[in-house]
């Protein structure tokens, strides 16, 4: 079994950052991607950033060149960090780190959600 922890939301203003944080315990060896999803009220959850076990990023368009998404380094294989920055309202949601092996098409392993909020 695997259990992801995340840390690191919290209130900021429009243009600040933060940076999130996801560790994995628990039978790591099958994850090879991770990344974050995030949802809005009433919104569906969607996804903000991949990173594969080489550490190549994917990003969805609204993040691109905001947002950097990585792993950790040797020692810390199964960690996704998340890093945010010129933040926008729009970015206000709970956020999920995810966790998944190669076989699979969709995520296996869900943090508990970090909320993330931006005033204008």
């Known amino acids: 079994q695997v259990h992801l922890v995340e840390s690191g939301g919290g209130s900021v203003q429009s243009g600040g950052s933060l940076t999130l944080s996801c560790a994995a315990s628990?039978?790591?060896?099958?994850?090879?991607?991770m990344g974050w999803y995030r949802q809005a009220p009433g919104q569906q959850r969607e996804l903000v950033a991949t990173v594969d076990d080489g550490g190549t990023a994917r990003y969805r368009d609204s993040v691109f060149r905001r947002f950097t998404a990585q792993r950790g380094g040797a020692s810390a294989r199964n960690t996704v960090y998340l890093i945010m920055k010129n933040l926008k309202p729009e970015d206000t949601a709970a956020y999920y780190c995810f966790g998944r092996s190669l076989n699979s098409p969709t995520p296996e392993y869900w943090g508990q959600g970090t909320q993330v909020t931006v005033s204008a």
């Open positions: 628990g039978s790591r060896s099958t994850i090879d991607n």
